[in-house]
């Protein structure tokens, strides 16, 4: 059994499967089931409520972390958060930069830290070796295993149950997480000055929302490749922005879809989305020290500048600056900043209707006197954002079951979906007037 306030947590779609209470449990009454879900292995002897008080599904108080991190007011209405400046990277080390995603700017940051003792190690997610598709935490403490996190996995990661090992750990470490990871972390920094202690930087992941691990599993199975042929399966493999690939036990690779890792993710995230990431209001990840993101930028021609592979990365505080200046001056990274136009031009609308989609599926929970997360701050919803919320709704119908969510990734893979990829591609080049 699950401890009954965990349980309303769960069964109320709340559960962001961060890990949190699994890692935080002083007396480890809490594990994860297959589904990452917390479930009870231990009776509880006290009711010390920690699982509740670092948990980011049922409450964030954004207010109140706006003024921990930033001593500033929060500001419901910019959903791009408080930041310095708008700089795009990459790791100077030619293999780092080749095998990444983009560009390996937090791997070569990594490094450099840990190799001139600014951490004792990082929080990285890696592929779990004995679940094909799948993700899991690890606390890097060596080179060869923050260069083993290199590459996005796309799937839900529980990466705050390495809470534990830290706490037992001694030194600093750097942390690269999702919101809602580390929306976490910087609740229990608040209540926990040792801990706090322990962290030296927070990297941030941009979040539109992640995967259900099952996503990569179908994906397999729809295409008949056996699980029992594959040596590797990679979110991101080859030239950016890459695309998923599998390496086959005998060498060879196989892509499990037509069009880059974006062409991919718009069909799964649409299929394969976990319930709770419908209401997150935090895509950008508003209170790391640096928040990184893929430069989705393009030019007139309709090309991506940064093709060779390179991050976008929004210094939000002190910390994050001072990190990035020391790998920039050791030679580790390239930096250039842009201008703030340019990145809000890229990043301003999704965001916006990321927060407000968020906040009128909660107006809806709210009126029908269902659980809803608590983030403290109230967004003004327009009708208008209400139709729009229908609309985005309808492209996740068929996500709601495993047997719509296959029928849908099936036509997707198929001949029929190659056809639609190419209108929709059609009427983009269109729009841009190519």
């Known amino acids: 059994m699950v401890p009954k306030r965990l349980l309303y947590i ?5 559960c962001t499967r961060c890990g949190a209470c699994v890692g935080i449990c002083p007396h480890e009454c809490l594990f994860l089931d297959k589904n990452n879900f917390p479930s009870q292995q231990n009776p509880c002897p006290i009711e010390c409520n920690f699982c509740l008080k670092v948990c980011p599904g049922l409450e964030v108080n954004f207010s109140k972390l706006t003024r921990q991190v930033f001593e500033k007011k929060f500001d419901v209405t910019n959903p791009m958060g408080e930041f310095k ?6 790791s100077t080390n030619k293999t780092v930069r080749e095998n990444a995603s ?13 190799e001139n003792n600014k951490t004792d190690g990082a929080i990285v997610t890696i592929a779990d070796p004995n679940n094909l598709g799948k993700a899991k935490p690890m606390l890097a403490t060596s080179k060869s295993e923050i ?9 839900i990661c529980p990466v705050n149950q390495v809470i534990r090992t830290i706490r037992k750990a001694k030194g600093k470490f750097a942390f690269v997480g999702l919101p809602c990871h580390v929306h976490s972390i910087r609740k229990l920094m608040a209540i926990d000055r040792k801990f706090s202690e322990k962290i030296s930087l927070i990297v941030g992941l941009y979040c539109h929302m992640t995967l259900e691990t099952d996503a990569p599993v179908d994906m397999l ?7 029992s042929d594959i040596k590797q399966l990679e979110f991101r493999s080859g030239k950016w922005p890459g695309g998923i690939v599998v390496t086959m036990k005998d060498g060879s690779l196989k892509k499990m879809h037509k069009g880059h890792i974006k062409d991919a993710f718009n069909i799964l995230h649409r ?4 319930k709770r990431c419908l209401y997150c209001i935090d895509g950008s990840n508003e209170f790391a020290d640096i928040s990184v993101a893929d430069p989705w930028m393009k030019n007139q021609n309709g090309q991506y500048p940064f093709h060779k592979g390179s991050s976008l990365v929004v210094v939000r505080t002190d910390v994050g600056k001072k990190f990035l200046d020391l790998a920039q001056k050791g030679g580790a990274l ?24 968020a906040f009128v599926r909660i107006e809806k929970l709210r009126n029908k006197k269902q659980p809803f997360p608590q983030y403290h701050t109230l967004l003004k919803i327009t009708n208008r ?3 729009n919320e229908i609309l985005s709704s309808i492209e996740l119908i068929l996500g709601k079951t495993e047997f719509t969510r296959k029928l849908g990734l099936r036509i997707a893979l198929s001949p029929i979906g190659s056809l639609i990829k190419k209108i929709g591609d059609i009427q983009k080049r269109r729009k841009r007037g190519l």
Request: aromatic share 12%.
């Open 10 to 14: 769960i069964n109320n779609n709340l």
């Open 85 to 90: 400046k708008i700089l795009v990277g990459h």
């Open 102 to 114: 983009s560009g390996g700017l937090i791997t070569q940051l990594l490094v450099y830290l840990f």
């Open 147 to 155: 260069l083993e996190a290199t590459q996005s996995k796309y799937v």
């Open 221 to 227: 199975e729809i295409s008949k490749v056996s699980l």
């Open 271 to 274: 299929l394969y989305y976990p």
């Open 334 to 357: 390239f930096l250039e900043e842009i201008s703030i136009e340019s990145f809000l031009d890229l990043n301003l609308l999704m965001m916006k209707k990321k927060r407000k989609m």
């Open 385 to 387: 954002d209400r139709f």
